[in-house]
């Protein structure tokens, strides 16, 4: 069956979220980088990014924890599951910063300047995350005139979702639409890119459940918020 054509979203950031490119960085408590390291690393990542997302929509039957693709998916997590339970259909999403910001990474560590490497890695996984984020206040915006509302997202590796899933889910939102693809190891390529999945409900109390940190049950992450 041929697939509806990708929904494709060229985000416009005008700066790195630096709190975010500090926690990424794994500092902790009394750590600190030079601020000018930290900017220049920003500054870099702003310069190189290549912001894209794209989306693709299925309905979803709640009781059976099936997404009705062509090929139906059954989610295999029962966390998922209660966070899609009031879903009505479901956002396949893929997100992704480009190539040249992991390049100038690892352009900075070939240097010796690892704590720039390091900062710029950091930076990137920040701004990776902010463009999930624009890209889910335009879909809050495009629903709403239908009368949805969105259940925050939710990423294979979140709970017991496991990470295996990230095949269906990048095939799901069309991730190769924006040049996204998968290694045997499962890891997204380019690396500084994310995928997800978001519920869409007409229920009264727009459920919102647990996103990120707070929906994970990885409670040792050293990432971890809060």
């Known amino acids: 069956m041929i697939k509806n054509e990708p929904n494709i979203y060229r985000p ?6 630096v709190k975010e490119a500090k ?3 794994g500092l902790r408590k009394g750590q600190v980088f030079p601020e000018e390291i930290v900017q220049e690393a920003c500054n870099i990542v702003m310069m190189y990014k290549a912001p894209q997302a794209v989306w693709q929509v299925y309905a979803y039957d709640a009781k059976q924890g099936i997404v009705l693709a062509p090929t139906s998916y059954t989610i295999p997590s029962k966390n998922l599951c209660k966070h899609l339970g009031s879903a009505e259909q479901v956002v396949f999403l893929a997100a992704t910063a480009g ?20 900062l710029i890695d950091a930076a990137a996984t920040a ?6 984020d624009e890209t889910e206040k335009l879909l809050i915006n495009r629903f709403a005139k239908a009368g949805f509302g969105l259940i925050t997202r939710f990423s294979p590796g979140y709970g017991d979702w496991d990470l ?4 269906s889910v990048a095939s799901l939102a069309q991730a190769e639409a924006i040049g996204v693809t998968l290694t045997e190891s499962l890891m ?13 409900t007409t229920a009264n109390e727009k459920a919102q459940g647990l996103q990120g940190c707070a929906g994970c049950t990885k409670s040792d992450c050293t990432l971890r918020k809060g």
């Open 12 to 17: 416009f950031l005008t700066a790195v979220d």
């Open 23 to 25: 926690r990424y960085a």
């Open 99 to 118: 190539e040249m910001v992991e390049e100038a990474a690892t352009e900075a560590f070939n240097k010796g300047n690892y704590a720039l490497g390091l």
């Open 127 to 132: 701004i990776v995350e902010q463009i999930a």
């Open 164 to 167: 295996q899933e990230q095949v």
């Open 188 to 200: 997204l390529m380019p690396r500084k890119s994310i995928t997800a999945i978001i519920g869409l």
